[in-house]
């Protein structure tokens, strides 16, 4: 199992996932909001994802684990 983390602090403006999705290497998983930038975060790796730990305006923390996948 791989884990996504988040690769700023920020909000989460979009999820661009859900669970049971097929993701490919670099696919952009979710879109972070930091100082009215919009930062994407892309899955270092393909799989299905299984478990999406953030919500959509949730506060997350530069390292912070936001969906696993498998």
Do not use: H
Not at 3 to 29: R, Y
Not at 61 to 67: A, D, P, Y
């Amino acid at each position: 199992m791989k884990q996504i983390t988040s690769t700023m602090t920020g909000n989460v403006w979009k999820i661009l996932v859900s669970v049971g999705d097929e993701i490919a290497d670099e696919q952009e998983v979710a879109i972070l909001e930091s100082m009215k930038m919009e930062i994407p975060i892309e899955a270092e790796g393909g799989g299905k994802v299984k478990e999406i730990k953030i919500s959509e305006g949730d506060f997350v923390n530069e390292g912070e684990v936001i969906m696993t996948i498998e």
